[in-house]
């Protein structure tokens, strides 16, 4: 055995276990870079397949029928020459791949990791949307994934680019994290057609994307517009799918034609060349599930490359070099000769939304498609987080497999033909199968946990999490006493309001952990859900306010059936509410008139409407007939009051189709509650429709609004606008619709006065008339768009149209808020609360006598109210990944917009930190390892600023995430 073959040897041992690489031993990275010239025209092809985590089949189906067969065909051709090259990006098809694989064919990829043929590119564990997402569950995925790729695979496979190639519309909030996992590049396909002209017109599809405007330039990154889609130039795919000419360079062929074929492609790359600012163009050499056989398209690549080398070809005066590459490739080829030529590219500061195609085409109908889709997305991340505070704090593995398959499942649900709804039903369907799956054994887990902490026997209590509780449906309340853990995942000691189907109008008597009685009342469900099938479903919801509850914590509740009370019916009344918070419903069309909240009495009227849909509209784009909604009621609606101990409120029924409560609840008066409710949307007119909720007001928004950004920074909207191209307002609905993932706002700036909705799941959100706020929250369609799917958007449930039910939460006042806090603060503090809520677990079984503790904290303190403790999970033995955030904006609040100190030495109560260890956002590098490329323009020199936190207090300015691996020693229980 020669010793470069037993140094390879020992490197591989090495590297499958995860272990990091010795310095020296690969050349991979940037020093793999093929070398391009200062005098010539390089032309990067980039071999590479686009294969989604389900679309039009099921994530199984693509691999098991496509991609598995990708990737080992690759390896197969990359092995036989070494200029060859590819690049992976969705970790949740290689993870399948890498498993099936035995050793020696593991040893291959390893090595064309190694030497810079085989590249990953984004890494996450699907290509996540970035309209629909919420980031924590985008960091998460990308976490998952980054993690797994690095364990098996070494320092080389750690991905450099952000590669969203195929997202309809791009965030900026995406821009940022991406910097902050250490990426130097990002690389997409979609944008508005105008924005797309206007930069080939001007050469600037090669940008820099400044993705926070909070963090500055740390948050820069370089960005490249693919020219075309992401498919290979016409006349030039080479995969056995395709029916392109293959390259004939036998000059005694009467089908020769290598010397014709680089003619043409030389065409091409001079139109190209016209349109970005430097000597390199990025040439894509794929499409949707390539290179199955992958021999096909290396074999006219590599005669297309000699061509070039063989007959001269130029781009003005530079002669055109053709050249195997990746995207990191290109990056640096492009950093270089914008260093060195000091040219600074184009700065961006907004984001990409809406996408367009062409005219009255705006992809916006997907912000709200399947919307109950979006909302159990929602219920997953919020249960993976109490699952993963629960494995840290009770010293899981970082592998459990509950705990595994529920963070697999969240992310294959980040997918872009995932949270958006824009895939086939039965796919649909088989995302909510594995979701479901997920969460159950997530469930069994923690309730093990839980019944072992309370009566140190996992068996003791069978905890559900009640999934079907919006339904009115929870079996293990169907009985005369029942046992209820109300978990807290926040940082900070909250209350939450308990709603819990029960089965019997039946007086209880509620307990909590110190033997208290608790006030409770008992109102009618909000529907009729008996046609839910296989389900036991109840006419009445118990509710009761679970109070200070602790953070990383739980209290228990015990519940027990007395004797059954009448109860008289409430006598009507205009005002609904208490002295902090109250509404106000007009005697004569039953809808809301007016809010008082924050010390001010707002007019508000909202009411549910719908537009008609073109044919046109579909999973991904909104198409109205017209500009105005019709209401779904055709008149004054009915109204019932419904009041006791725990809230007040008005039921109100516009129609068949479309029921809502409106409440204040008497121990969280920072909010009015919409609990709304529709389907089966009418279609039986045969016209489709998008139903919207529409809030009015006086308020005058000169044509702004905000929306957020993936749930993290605002970013203001001007109606009819777009700050980098001339728009035309050929469709004044839909081209105005943004993406709202937790939270749209209007302001009175004479007034100073802020009317914001927030939301329980990602939906389409628009001020289409000053002091107007509306959100689409169901759609039928009757046609498909026309942009792949090849199915109208038309849920069907239980035999017919699916009903949707979810809440809105609206908040009112003064923008310099109320005593101490601003309003913008009080909002946020309400979204956190509503996107990662407290969960509850339902026992039937008593859980009196109960040997160990009945409510119990993670933490020794509150976090300070701006700091969230984003991240807490198992990492390694004896370490736990950890990360911090600021959750305000700078200006948002007067106190807390400022730099927050947080001591973590003596924070948690199951362990104690020894050793904070910083990395970048994604967790796969050390911060101090991280150096990102420097762009003229960008005041970031791209060294990271690594600060000290030996004595373990971690400082944050505004919109920081910081992350951290902490060895850290359990404690004694």
Not at 190 to 201: E, G, I, S, T, V
Not at 272 to 296: C, S, W
Not at 571 to 582: E, F, H, I
Request: a negative charge; one cysteine or more.
């Amino acid at each position: 055995m020669t010793f470069a073959v037993l140094l390879f040897c020992v490197f591989f041992a090495l590297s499958v276990e995860g272990k990091p690489l010795a310095e020296g031993e690969p050349t991979c990275g940037y020093e793999a870079c093929p070398k391009v010239g200062s005098d010539t025209f390089n032309v990067h092809l980039i071999p590479h397949s686009h294969d989604d985590v389900g679309w039009l089949k099921t994530p199984d189906q693509y691999y098991f029928q496509d991609v598995q067969n990708i990737i080992s065909s690759v390896v197969d051709a990359l092995k036989q020459n070494p200029e060859r090259r590819f690049v992976q990006v969705e970790t949740a098809f290689f993870q399948k791949w890498w498993e099936q694989q035995k050793p020696y064919t593991r040893e291959a990829l390893q090595k064309l990791v190694n030497n810079g043929q085989f590249e990953f590119i984004n890494a996450a564990w699907s290509m996540n949307d970035e309209a629909a997402v919420h980031y924590q569950s985008t960091i998460d995925q990308f976490t998952l994934g980054l993690r797994y790729i690095q364990d098996n695979l070494g320092k080389c496979a750690r991905p450099k680019v952000a590669w969203q190639i195929d997202p309809f519309g791009h965030s900026r909030e995406q821009a940022s994290i991406s910097a902050h996992m250490g990426f130097d590049s990002m690389f997409f396909a979609r944008l508005d057609y105008r924005d797309k002209n206007r930069r080939l017109d001007n050469r600037s599809m090669d940008l820099l994307w400044r993705g926070s405007a909070n963090l500055g330039n740390t948050s820069d990154i370089f960005t490249s517009v693919l020219y075309r889609h992401y498919s290979a130039p016409p006349n030039f795919c080479f995969d056995i799918v395709c029916n392109d000419a293959a390259i004939n360079d036998d000059p005694e062929s009467p089908d020769y034609n290598l010397e014709e074929r680089v003619g043409e492609f030389a065409d091409f790359v001079r139109e190209q060349a016209k349109h970005y600012p430097t000597n390199n163009i990025l040439v894509t050499m794929g499409d949707d599930f390539r290179y199955e056989a992958a021999m096909t398209t290396y074999m006219n690549l590599d005669l297309l490359i000699k061509g070039f080398e063989t007959f001269e070809q130029k781009v003005d005066d530079k002669r055109i070099k053709v050249l195997y590459s990746t995207p990191s490739c290109y990056t640096k080829a492009v950093h270089d000769y914008v260093n060195s030529n000091n040219q600074a590219l184009e700065l961006k500061t907004d984001d990409f939304f809406p996408y367009a195609d062409g005219p009255n085409t705006y992809w916006t109908g997907y912000f709200t498609s399947r919307p109950a889709s979006k909302h159990f997305e929602r219920q997953g991340n919020n249960l993976l987080q109490v699952v993963k505070q629960v494995a840290a704090n009770l010293q899981q593995p970082y592998d459990r497999e509950e705990m595994t398959e529920l963070k697999e499942a969240v992310g294959v649900m980040q997918h872009h033909d995932a949270i958006t709804g824009t895939e086939k039903q039965h796919v649909a369907k088989n995302y909510h199968f594995l979701l479901s799956r997920a969460m159950k054994s997530a469930n069994d887990f923690v309730g093990a946990q839980l019944s072992i902490f309370i009566s140190r026997d996992a068996f003791d209590f069978e905890f559900d999490s009640c999934l079907l509780a919006n339904v009115s449906s929870c079996d293990k309340t169907n009985s005369d006493r029942f046992t209820l853990v109300v978990y807290n995942p926040l940082s900070h000691t909250t209350t939450t309001t308990v709603m819990l189907p029960v089965y019997e109008r039946t007086s209880w008597k509620i307990t909590d952990p110190d033997g208290n009685s608790v006030d409770y009342q008992i109102d009618s469900s909000l529907t009729d859900f008996t046609y839910v099938e296989d389900a036991t479903t109840s006419a009445n919801t118990v509710q009761f306010a679970a109070k200070d509850l602790p953070p990383h914590g739980y209290k228990v509740y015990q519940f027990e059936a007395t004797k059954k009370e009448e109860t008289g019916k409430p006598s009507p009344r205009r005002v609904v509410g208490y002295d902090n918070a109250s509404f106000e419903i007009s005697e004569q069309t039953g809808l809301l008139e007016a809010v008082t909240l924050n010390g001010i009495r707002v007019e508000v009227s909202q009411d549910f409407q719908y537009y008609e849909s073109q044919d046109s509209s579909g999973a991904y784009i909104f198409v109205p007939q017209g500009q105005e909604a019709k209401r779904i009621a055709s008149g004054p609606i009915t109204t019932t009051l419904v009041t006791g101990n725990v809230s007040q409120g008005v039921l109100q029924e516009f129609g068949s189709w479309a029921r809502q409560f409106i409440k204040v609840y008497k121990d969280d008066q920072s909010f009015i509650e919409f609990d709304w409710i529709i389907g089966p949307i009418d279609i039986s007119d045969n016209v489709g429709k998008e139903v919207v909720t529409k809030f009015t007001t006086p308020l005058k928004n000169n044509g702004e609004f905000y929306t957020d950004s993936n749930g993290r920074e605002f970013i203001k909207r001007t109606r009819n606008h777009r700050p980098d191209y001339d728009y035309s307002d050929e469709q004044p609905v839909s081209g105005n619709y943004y993406p709202v993932n937790n939270r749209i706002a209007i302001r009175d700036d004479d007034q100073k006065i802020e009317l914001a909705i927030i939301t329980d799941r990602s939906q389409g959100g628009s001020s289409l008339n000053d002091g107007e706020v509306e959100l689409m929250v169901h759609r039928a369609c009757q046609h498909d768009d026309g942009r792949g799917v090849g199915e109208n958007l038309n849920e069907q449930e239980f035999g017919q149209g699916i009903k949707v039910r979810g809440k809105h939460y609206l908040v009112v006042g003064p923008t310099s808020g109320q005593e101490k806090k601003s309003l913008a603060a009080i909002e946020r503090e309400i979204a956190q609360r509503k996107t990662v809520t407290p969960w509850f677990f339902v026992s039937n079984k008593d859980a009196t006598g109960a040997l160990n503790q009945l409510q119990h904290s993670g933490l020794k303190s509150d976090l300070p109210e701006n700091v969230h403790l984003l991240t807490l999970e198992p990492w390694d033995d004896d370490t736990v990944l950890l990360r911090l955030e600021h959750v305000l904006e700078k200006g948002e609040d007067d106190n807390l917009s400022k730099d927050v100190t947080v001591d973590l030495s003596d924070l948690f109560t199951f362990f104690t930190i020894n050793e904070l260890q910083e990395t970048t956002l994604g967790a796969n590098m050390l911060l101090e390892e991280n150096v990102r490329m420097h762009w003229p323009g960008s005041s970031d020199d791209g060294s990271q600023k690594v600060k000290d936190v030996t004595d373990l207090k971690v400082t944050l300015p505004p919109m920081e995430i910081r992350t951290f691996v902490a060895k850290i020693t359990y404690n004694p229980l």
